[in-house]
């Protein structure tokens, strides 16, 4: 596929549930460090765990409702690159089939973040 091109609006997807406690919390961290590297490194990333994480906290939406406003936010970006274990989290695996659908290009972080 090719340098994934850094005029791209990029949608993170990341796992955010977890089976341990406080695992939502860190999952959001990791997402919001792989964002600010991706942003650092030159590319325009939304991640979707940095926005909402803060709000869940303070209203818990459900996941249903997440997944709506994820969409309306996917539909605006350009591609999608997943973050590690991306393929344990049933978001986003939606996420990238949506991407796919739309026939927008998909990414590994590797593939931005050579690290």
Do not use: Q
């Amino acid at each position: 596929m090719g340098t994934p091109p850094k005029t791209l609006l990029y949608y993170l997807a990341h796992p955010y549930s977890s089976p341990i406690d406080d695992g939502e919390r860190l999952n959001a961290i990791n997402a919001t460090h792989i964002a600010a590297k991706l942003l650092e490194a030159g590319y325009n990333v939304y991640s979707p765990l940095t926005h909402c994480h803060p709000i869940n906290v303070i209203v818990k939406f459900s996941w249903e409702k997440w997944m709506e406003f994820d969409k309306m936010m996917m539909d605006r970006c350009d591609a999608i690159v997943l973050g590690k274990d991306w393929e344990t989290s049933r978001g986003c695996k939606i996420e990238r089939a949506h991407f796919e659908a739309m026939g927008k290009p998909v990414y590994l972080v590797g593939d931005l973040l050579m690290e």
